[in-house]
């Protein structure tokens, strides 16, 4: 871990000081990842002061070590240099584009960190592994599918004609039949069966 933390403060230093410069107006990955690098750590340092707390309340004396005012320290630092890029990006960039790609970056740097620090991948069983795999990537697909087709508009006309002769997705289910061209040619041909039939019938 804290060889995953030395790598996250140099790349972090290095985005800020030699590439958001340089490219941070022109790339919304920049100012992204430095909010998503920098946000592993300040969910790390959240999870630390979590377990300080909760040993404070247990009455361990918590607040006479200096790894909890050092991930207090750190937590500020962190929070602030993420709403700052935050800021910027939104202020540069549309919001349909910083929030998916944000969420993705972020949530991926903060399981990657957890998994290097409380080391939660091994005691997991490859259900659980495939499940939250699985679950992350559905979520990132909604998302994307959220925002993408945000300003499409979608109505009844606009759906293919055998989804609106189901009446069981309209709430009640009390939708009225609507009949399909293909429903008119079959009750024309039934009518005109009927009518030869009535022809054919000798009279009283």
Known sequence: FIVFAVCVVGSSLVLIFAVAPRFGQRNVLVYIMICSVIGSLSVSCVKGLGIGIKELFSGTAVLKHALFWALLICLAICVSIQISYLNKALDIYNTSIVTPIYYVFFTTSVMVCSAILFKEWLRMTVDGIVGTISGF?????????????KDITFNLDSLPLYLRRSPHWFPGGQQPYVAL??????????????GGEQKREPPN
Do not use: V
């Open 137 to 149: 990537l559905t979520i990132i697909l909604g998302i994307f599918l959220l925002h993408a087709f």
């Open 181 to 194: 061209p293909e429903d008119d040619m079959q009750a024309d041909e039934r009518n005109s069966a009927r």
